[in-house]
T-cell receptor
Framework: DQQVKQNSPSLSVQEGRISILNCDYT??????FLWYKKYPAEGPTFLIS?????DKNEDGRFTVFLNKSAKHLSLHIVPSQPGDSAVYFC??????????FGKGTTLSVSS | NAGVTQTPKFQVLKTGQSMTLQCAQD?????MYWYRQDPGMGLRLIYY???????DKGEVPNGYNVSRLNKREFSLRLESAAPSQTSVYFC??????????FGPGTRLTVT
């Protein structure tokens, strides 16, 4: 059974608009969440993370929101740029153990 | 710093052949990981090594073996390759916390 779910396989957004990528999880023991970005033929690169003791973390154009009661997190990208087009993976960890990844969402930003 | 390096980048095997995927990191990280990525499946953990001298199974270990040769190097061996092992393999490392750093991947095809 999937513990980390990204239910939208793809998302298309216009340049300058907001991109919202969603992630749901089932294990209430997860205490840390991460977003990774992956371009074709490259390895995933770390984007932003959030601890379960927080509900928001910002880094430039990227903001991650965590709703623990709903077991839901989202990544907001504002404004979206064509270079943001990539696959985005949500990942979760419990007490520093191995990361559990979602299946990914392909973001396409058109100019 | 090269970060995490993987060799080879591409490999084609016939069913039943064996091979070893190599991974090295120059960041003095304690923990190293092997993942596979299949279309629509996200990244799934095969094996990991929390520290030099230790290895543990992940979600999908069957058909694989690993060796933590030293602190820098972590290899993945396929003893008898099967078509189901056609995938992209990623090695990652970290200091033992949450954020992992990934290599560029090895694209393996088993015919």
């Amino acid at each position: 059974d999937q513990q980390v779910k990204q239910n939208s396989p793809s998302l298309s957004v216009q340049e300058g608009r907001i991109s919202i990528l969603n992630c749901d999880y089932t294990n209430s023991m997860f205490d840390y969440f991460l977003w990774y970005k992956k371009y074709p033929a490259e390895g995933p690169t770390f984007l932003i993370s959030i601890s379960s003791i927080k509900d928001k973390n910002e880094d430039g154009r990227f903001t991650v929101f965590l709703n623990k009661s709903a077991k839901h997190l989202s990544l907001h990208i504002v404004p979206s740029q064509p270079g943001d087009s990539a696959v985005y993976f949500c990942a979760a960890s419990q007490a520093g153990t191995a990361l559990i990844f979602g299946k990914g969402t392909t973001l396409s930003v058109s100019s | 710093n090269a970060g995490v390096t993987q060799t080879p980048k591409f490999q084609v095997l016939k069913t039943g052949q064996s091979m070893t995927l190599q991974c090295a990191q120059d960041m003095n990280h304690n923990s190293m990981y092997w993942y596979r990525q299949d279309p629509g499946m996200g990244l799934r953990l095969i094996y990991y090594s929390a520290s030099e001298g230790t290895t543990d199974k992940g979600e999908v270990p069957n058909g694989y073996n690993v060796s933590r040769l030293n602190k820098r190097e972590f290899s993945l061996r396929l003893e008898s390759a099967a078509p189901s092992q056609t995938s992209v393999y990623f090695c990652a490392s970290n200091l033992g916390g949450y954020e992992q750093y990934f290599g560029p991947g090895t694209r393996l095809t088993v015919t």
